[in-house]
């Protein structure tokens, strides 16, 4: 049984292949990201986009960075998510949400 009991299935799609050796193809930057990210982040997932973000940038930095905003933006909407079934299953707000707290990394 896995750990994770939020929404993310319905939220994303895990691509299929071997998370270790796709974090270790990863940059530094964004392997540390990886690892200070509030849920797994699915190092597959991120290096197929750091792939397509690399080609698009034609420039591995600008690839970098773009990928390290959208992992913001992603953690962020499954931050969302989860508060918001939580609020609906409980009808209360998340302690944290509540008190306006940040990700402690």
């Not at 929404?7 to 392997?31: C, K, S, V, Y």
């Not at 792939?51 to 499954?78: G, P, T, V």
Request: hydrophobic share 50%; glycine share 2%.
């Amino acid at each position: 049984m896995p750990n994770d009991i939020t929404a993310r299935e319905t939220l994303w799609r895990r691509h299929p292949g071997d998370d270790w050796a796709a974090f270790d193809a990863l940059p530094p930057a964004i392997r540390r990201r990886l690892q200070s990210h509030a849920y797994d982040a699915w190092a597959v997932n991120a290096l197929m986009l750091w792939r397509a973000f690399r080609r698009k940038a034609a420039s591995s930095a600008r690839a970098e960075r773009r990928l390290l905003r959208y992992l913001d933006e992603c953690e962020a909407l499954e931050r969302d998510a989860f508060a918001a079934a939580h609020r609906q299953r409980c009808g209360l707000a998340l302690a944290h949400v509540a008190a306006g707290a940040s990700v402690l990394r």
